[in-house]
């Protein structure tokens, strides 16, 4: 994670399929800012919850609305 932090240009990341947030938490932890794409609505809340802005979608369907990143990553999602 800190070799992704440190090779990124900025701090804007992407959590792909970001499940309960486990990765993307991390990243926030480490000074990014970190939004979350997820496509189950209750996994969302949960991350929500933790503290991680998410969007409810699947990757393939998302709208980034012009948004870029700096990184993408995908450290949870299994489908």
Same mark, same amino acid.
């Given at each position: 994670?800190?070799?992704?932090?440190?090779?990124?240009? &900025?701090?804007? /990341? !992407?959590? #792909?399929?970001?499940?309960?947030?486990? +990765?993307?938490?991390?990243? %926030?932890?480490? &000074?990014?800012? /970190? !939004?979350? #794409?997820?496509?189950?609505?209750?996994? +969302?809340?949960?991350?929500? %919850?933790?503290?991680?802005?998410?969007?409810?979608?699947?990757?393939?369907?998302?709208?980034? +609305?012009?948004?870029?990143?700096?990184?993408?990553?995908?450290?949870?999602?299994?489908?």
């Amino acid at each position: 994670m800190t070799a992704i932090v440190a090779a990124s240009p &900025g701090p804007e /990341v !992407l959590d #792909v399929g970001c499940g309960t947030g486990i +990765a993307g938490r991390q990243f %926030q932890a480490a &000074g990014c800012t /970190v !939004l979350g #794409v997820e496509p189950d609505r209750r996994m +969302a809340a949960l991350v929500r %919850q933790r503290g991680l802005e998410v969007e409810v979608a699947k990757f393939e369907t998302w709208n980034p +609305a012009g948004r870029q990143f700096d990184a993408i990553i995908a450290g949870t999602a299994w489908h």
